[in-house]
Structures are given as structure tokens and as C-alpha cells.
Nanobody, 127 residues
Framework: QLQLVESGGGLVQPGGSLRLSCAPVGWSLRYYAIGWFRQAPGKEREGVSCISSSGGSIYYTDSVKGRFTVSRDNDKNVVYLQMNNLKPEDTAVYFC????????????????????WGQGTQVTVSS
């Protein structure tokens, strides 16, 4: 399994913003689709956003559309999740995952077995 590291989580007030980063350790994510997932206590893991290797295909779950933006810089070897207008219900541990398949919509919903996962970063939205 290839190693991924998430960063950028933290505590933010409702309406605030955070930018999460997902970076590989010792390999290039250039040819991998990347998914962002979150899991809140007592809830199932949820696919938040997924992006194909080229960035040409993107999926967002309905609850984050218009607030979150996924992007990638393959030259810098990093994928971002810009989160704006954060709400308390966005509180969760956020994970990124990588896989060589590119059907990002199907991969982002359900239980697709992504090949590699990061350890997660905590996002807490609270006043």
C-alpha cells in the first residue's frame, strides 16, 4: 500500500474555511485518481469529493457542492480540498485515498476498495 499524508485540518468557526492537502510519500500521484472521504463519530464513511488523475472528472457529494473545491497540482504532487462556509455538520476526520481507476463518481460513492489511504486529519467546526 502506498503512503498518503493529509494535512490542514483544525478547529474553525462556522462559516470559516480550511484547505486540506493530500500528498504521497515517496511516489507520484500523477496517474492516480484521488478521493476525499470523511467519517464522523458514529457515522459511516462518506465520499466527499473525488478527482481523476488529470483533474478532468470531478465528483462532489450534494452536501458540499458550492462550498468545497477539489483541485490537484500534479507537478507539486499534491491534491487539495478547499472547504469554505464550513458548517458544524462538516466535523469529521477527513481522509484521502488513491487508486489507478478513473471512474470517480462510482469510486466516490458506496464501498469502492481504494488501493491506498491516508491516516486522516481532524476537522472540527464549532463556535
Amino acid at each position: 500500500q502506498l503512503q498518503l499524508v493529509e494535512s490542514g485540518g483544525g478547529l474553525v468557526q462556522p462559516g470559516g474555511s480550511l484547505r486540506l492537502s493530500c500528498a504521497p510519500v515517496g511516489w507520484s500521484l500523477r496517474y492516480y485518481a484521488i478521493g476525499w472521504f470523511r467519517q464522523a463519530p458514529g457515522k459511516e464513511r462518506e465520499g466527499v469529493s473525488c478527482i481523476s488523475s488529470s483533474g478532468g472528472s470531478i465528483y462532489y457529494t450534494d452536501s458540499v457542492k458550492g462550498r468545497f473545491t477539489v483541485s490537484r497540482d500534479n507537478d507539486k504532487n499534491v491534491v487539495y480540498l478547499q472547504m469554505n462556509n464550513l458548517k458544524p455538520e462538516d466535523t469529521a476526520v477527513y481522509f484521502c485515498a488513491a487508486d489507478t481507476l478513473e471512474t470517480v463518481h462510482r469510486m466516490c460513492i458506496g464501498t469502492f476498495p481504494w488501493g491506498s489511504w491516508g491516516q486522516g486529519t481532524q476537522v472540527t467546526v464549532s463556535s
